[in-house]
């Protein structure tokens, strides 16, 4: 079992920055890769980012591409989202996951393990 807790969100205005944290439980971090999500009311789970198990080139929807920065700590059990530039469209409830597969992976059915989720406004 893997226990995922996410922190860091808040009330923004447009143009400002975040830094979200995922802190993760157990001894076998480094052999999962990660990935945040992002959920708006109404709407589907949404891909935002993922991350290797090493740390390596991640992979980024192409609406945060150049804003949202995503990068990883294996000794401190911990994967964070550092988001720049924010629009309104952003607003949402992030989630971290983690995913026992060798490809990263832009689809929610390919995490085994998420967090509760944290909740990001951005205002105008």
């Known amino acids: 079992q893997v226990q995922l807790v996410e922190s860091g969100g808040g009330l923004v205005q447009a143009g400002g920055s975040l830094r979200l944290s995922c802190a993760a439980s157990?001894?076998?971090?480094?052999?999962?890769?990660l990935g945040w999500f992002r959920q708006a009311p109404g709407k589907e789970r949404e891909f935002v980012v993922a991350?290797?198990?090493?740390?390596?080139?991640?992979y980024y929807a192409d609406s945060v591409k150049g804003r949202f920065t995503i990068s990883r700590d294996n000794a401190n059990n911990r994967v964070y989202l550092q988001m720049n530039s924010l629009k309104s469209e952003d607003t949402a409830v992030y989630y971290c996951?983690?995913?026992?597969?060798?490809?990263?992976?832009?689809?929610?059915?390919?995490?085994?393990?998420w967090g509760q989720g944290t909740q990001v406004t951005v205002s105008s």
């Open positions: 996951a983690a995913s026992t597969r060798f490809d990263l992976s832009a689809a929610a059915p390919m995490y085994d393990w």
């Open positions: 157990g001894r076998t971090f480094s052999t999962y890769a």
């Open positions: 991350i290797s198990r090493t740390g390596g080139t991640p």
